[in-house]
């Protein structure tokens, strides 16, 4: 696993970094947000309004462990997407329909840090042998994992 630090023109504030980490051979990209679980999910689901893309399901897996009488750190995934952009990757790749709706993990790590984690478009593209040209179709992930972050 690595990690890198980055700082985006325009999106952050000046001093302030974007920590995010890979797990490459898993192909999962974590990026860490200045928010709680909740307000980083409600950022989301107002990126995805505003960009009109359609948000499919909001799974709170903490939510659901409560209810069964366990605990866990907040923990939710939202299923989003677009048909015109997912419809193509399928016609090209049948197989990464295992993958389709995109999905942003939100989470909260034992040290009270709260990460968005999404797959890779490049593992995706790997993953299902996509044409280059396809990628661009979910590449959107990871800038929306970190304007909601930031």
Known sequence: MW????LL??????????QM????KAGIVDVS???SVDQTVERLKGLLRSKGITLFALIDHSGEAEKVGMKMPPTKLLIFGSPKA???LMLAAP???IDLPLKILVWEDSRGRVWLSYNSPEYL???HDLQQDLVRNIAAVGELAKE???
């Open 3 to 6: 990690r890198l630090a980055i």
């Open 9 to 18: 023109t325009g999106l952050l504030l000046p001093g302030m970094e974007l």
């Open 21 to 24: 980490k890979m797990n490459e």
């Open 33 to 35: 947000s200045n928010y």
């Open 86 to 88: 997912g419809t193509p």
């Open 95 to 97: 197989s990464i329909a």
């Open 125 to 127: 593209k790997e993953r």
């Open 148 to 150: 909601a972050a930031q």
